[in-house]
């Protein structure tokens, strides 16, 4: 079956530190991978997505993800995290060119205390 | 933003009611779910519309039932609410519309908390 996992459920960190979220997926084929962001009281957003090329991919507010497919892993990451960062943070990824149901995984809240 | 709307966005009420939430979008997006989001659990898809009178259950679909009879417009219905059923409950589309193997990320609308006493 298809799952995601991301590895850390609550994380807490203090304002500059640097962040790394841990997601993987379970799948045998090509893969398209999604990072979204859901800060307190809203609709989730997308942070960044990856299709093909470049494994490293940089998406909005500083953050990247990079795929290692030998890994099944799409790990998100940001070099210095501010207290605006604090969220829930959801991995998700949906099968090349077909199925339009995305997995998601269940989620990493994060603190990010000032 | 895309054009994602839910309503009502709060609702009260009680065991055995019905209830019907809706989710109305502006960007003829051809492809359109209801998940319901609990602590601990991440987001669960309820069900998904992949076009008008096309639908399909999810993996938490018991208890809901969905009608989509315009492009724009995908209905929740919980016949007879419980108390298990208190959540929030998002609705996301993704598109364009009908271009196939789309690799389109999905857009939320704002949610609907659902109380049920």
């Known amino acids: 079956a298809q799952s995601v996992s991301q590895h850390n459920h609550h994380v807490i960190l203090s304002e500059a530190a640097s962040l790394e979220l841990g997601c993987n997926y379970s799948y045998g084929g090509t893969v398209n991978l999604f990072w979204y962001v859901q800060y307190p009281g809203q609709h989730l957003q997308l942070l960044l997505k990856y299709f093909s090329g470049d494994p490293l991919v940089k998406g909005i507010k500083g953050f990247e993800a990079e795929f290692i497919k030998s890994k099944f892993s799409f790990n998100l990451r940001k070099p210095s995290v501010q207290w605006s960062d604090t969220a829930e943070y959801f991995c998700?990824?949906?099968?090349?060119?077909?199925?339009?149901?995305?997995?998601f995984g269940r989620g990493t809240s994060l603190i990010v205390h000032p | 933003d895309a054009g994602i709307t839910q309503s009502p966005r709060h609702k009260v009420t009680e065991t055995g009611t019905p209830v019907t939430l809706r989710c109305h979008q502006t960007e003829n997006h051809r492809y359109m779910y209801w998940y319901r989001q609990d602590p601990g659990h991440g987001l669960r898809l309820i069900h998904y519309?992949?076009?008008?009178?096309?639908?399909d259950k999810g993996e938490v679909s018991d208890g809901y039932s969905v009608s989509r009879s315009k492009t724009e417009d995908f209905l929740l219905t919980l016949e007879s609410a419980t108390s298990s059923q208190t959540s929030v409950y998002f609705c996301a589309i993704r598109g364009p519309p009908y271009i196939e193997n789309s690799n389109q990320p999905q857009h939320f609308g704002d949610g609907t908390r659902l109380s049920i006493l």
């Open positions: 998700a990824f949906s099968p090349w060119g077909g199925s339009y149901i995305p997995t």
């Open positions: 519309s992949y076009g008008v009178k096309d639908t």
